[in-house]
């Protein structure tokens, strides 16, 4: 398989406060660095960081980066849709 397919950028978040990018082009995926306030949407929108508290145990998530998902910023599979002729690797979310 390919490794130009897109996937979703898999973290293990510690135990804080952490502000997730919306946008897409940060420097320092999936964490904001700011560069959202240089950003605005084909519709004119603006973005700002999504705010992910985690208590108790690190939590895993996926970060999409095929920009398709209807979960921003998480992955929620669609990148697959985007494949042709094969489906995720294990471990994909
Ligand atoms: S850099 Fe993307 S939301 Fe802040």
Redesign the pocket.
Known sequence: MSTDQPRPLVVSLQPGRH??????????AP???????T?TADDGST????IEVVEGQPKNVAWCRCFTTGNT?WCDGSHTALWTGSGPDEGDA
């Open positions: 502000a997730i990018c919306q946008c897409g082009q940060t420097g320092n964490f904001c660095d700011g560069t959202h306030k950003v973005f700002s960081p999504t910023p």
